[in-house]
């Protein structure tokens, strides 16, 4: 029996994941078991089966895990991240709606989140974006500018020591940014795209980069395939209404302790719209999320 290794996934294909050894090496790996629950960033435990391959025999304690889910499946985005930056873009536009879900998704596991506005260098579409965050920055949400394209330093100040996860629609940016803070991402994306034979150097699934040795030896990027939707069937109501910070001092006010923040009388939350003290779009969401999530659990009850 081969000795057992540890090292950190640093890139998830499937039923295929890039392992990196401690000493630099990097394998490629299938799990041992038939369904595979390994995520981009988790620590493993690994038996070789050849001098660049191996077997995936464990799945080390996570700090955290970053993933959606509908009524009917899962899909892990990346494991022991420490800070989720939500990428947005003066261009094309974005939904601010996905937004609040990745917000949502990232404090019900405790990682700290911030909102990045990148290409800010296109000023048509500036005024219009600044304008869609508004909301967020209200709530309590921090908002960082700036274009990838340019100085990407006031970003780059926020990575150090942390496991960061670039998450937001496709056409954001967040290749370019990743490309920009880390200059050896964009080979090391084509090499894996060979050993692969996709033949593709956009990103179809979530690869972790270590940050350069001069900042922070410990530092990493995940950089994340663009989302078109983000379900959270996986969380419970009160970890959904905690999810938006301008009404958790309001949560437990209401008359009824099941409220569901629609018709019912003395309604904190109801209160809170009417006053413009939650904004309209905000309070449409939490109640689309709401909805979801009473789906997803008669959904389980039934199956």
Same mark, same amino acid.
């Given at each position: 029996? /081969?000795?057992?290794?540890? $090292?950190?996934?640093?890139?998830?294909?499937?039923?295929?994941?890039?392992?990196?050894?401690?000493? $630099?090496?990097?394998?490629?790996?299938?799990?041992?078991?038939?369904?595979?629950?390994?995520?981009?960033?988790?620590?493993?435990?690994?038996?070789?089966?050849?001098?660049? #391959?191996?077997?995936?025999?464990?799945? $080390?304690?996570?700090?955290?895990?970053?993933?959606?889910?509908? #009524?009917?499946?899962?899909?892990?985005? =990346? =494991?022991?991240?420490?800070?989720?930056?939500?990428?947005?873009?003066?261009?094309?536009?974005?939904?601010?709606?996905?937004?609040?879900?990745?917000?949502?998704?990232?404090?019900? #596991?405790?990682?700290?989140?911030?909102?990045?506005?990148?290409?800010?260098?296109?000023?048509?579409?500036?005024?219009?974006?600044?304008?869609?965050?508004? &909301?967020?920055?209200?709530?309590?949400?921090?908002?960082?500018?700036?274009?990838?394209?340019?100085?990407?330093?006031?970003?780059?100040?926020?990575?150090?020591?942390?496991?960061?996860?670039?998450?937001?629609? /496709?056409?954001?940016?967040?290749?370019?940014?990743?490309?920009?803070?880390?200059?050896?991402?964009?080979?090391?994306?084509?090499?894996?795209?060979? &050993?692969?034979?996709?033949?593709?150097?956009?990103?179809?699934?979530? %690869?972790?980069?270590?940050?350069?040795?001069?900042?922070?030896?410990?530092?990493?990027?995940?950089?994340?395939? $663009?989302?078109?939707?983000?379900?959270?069937?996986?969380? @419970?109501?009160?970890?959904?209404?905690? @999810?938006?910070?301008?009404?958790?001092?309001?949560?437990? /006010?209401?008359?009824?302790?099941?409220? @569901?923040?629609?018709?019912?009388?003395?309604?904190?939350?109801?209160?809170?719209?009417?006053?413009?003290?939650?904004?309209? %779009?905000?309070?449409?969401?939490?109640?689309?999320?709401?909805?979801?999530?009473?789906?997803?659990?008669?959904?389980?009850?039934?199956?």
């Amino acid at each position: 029996m /081969s000795a057992r290794l540890i $090292g950190r996934v640093v890139a998830a294909f499937g039923r295929q994941y890039a392992v990196r050894l401690d000493d $630099g090496r990097e394998l490629l790996c299938v799990p041992r078991a038939k369904k595979s629950e390994v995520a981009c960033g988790d620590l493993v435990e690994l038996a070789l089966t050849s001098a660049d #391959q191996g077997v995936i025999e464990k799945i $080390g304690e996570r700090t955290s895990l970053f993933y959606r889910a509908d #009524q009917w499946k899962e899909k892990l985005i =990346a =494991a022991n991240v420490t800070q989720v930056v939500v990428v947005v873009a003066t261009e094309p536009g974005f939904s601010d709606e996905l937004v609040t879900r990745c917000l949502v998704a990232a404090d019900a #596991q405790d990682i700290p989140a911030l909102i990045l506005l990148n290409k800010c260098d296109i000023p048509a579409g500036l005024d219009r974006a600044r304008s869609q965050l508004e &909301v967020f920055t209200r709530a309590g949400h921090e908002v960082l500018e700036l274009s990838a394209k340019g100085d990407v330093g006031t970003l780059r100040a926020r990575l150090g020591g942390h496991i960061s996860l670039l998450v937001g629609q /496709s056409g954001m940016g967040k290749s370019t940014l990743t490309n920009a803070l880390i200059p050896e991402a964009d080979a090391r994306t084509r090499e894996i795209s060979v &050993v692969l034979d996709s033949g593709k150097h956009t990103t179809t699934h979530a %690869r972790l980069y270590p940050l350069p040795a001069a900042e922070n030896e410990s530092g990493a990027l995940i950089d994340s395939p $663009g989302l078109q939707s983000f379900g959270l069937a996986h969380l @419970g109501r009160n970890e959904i209404e905690c @999810g938006f910070p301008e009404i958790r001092d309001l949560l437990g /006010s209401c008359r009824f302790r099941d409220c @569901g923040h629609i018709r019912e009388p003395d309604c904190a939350i109801r209160q809170a719209r009417e006053t413009g003290h939650f904004d309209e %779009r905000r309070y449409a969401t939490l109640l689309q999320l709401l909805d979801e999530h009473e789906v997803a659990r008669k959904h389980r009850l039934e199956h």
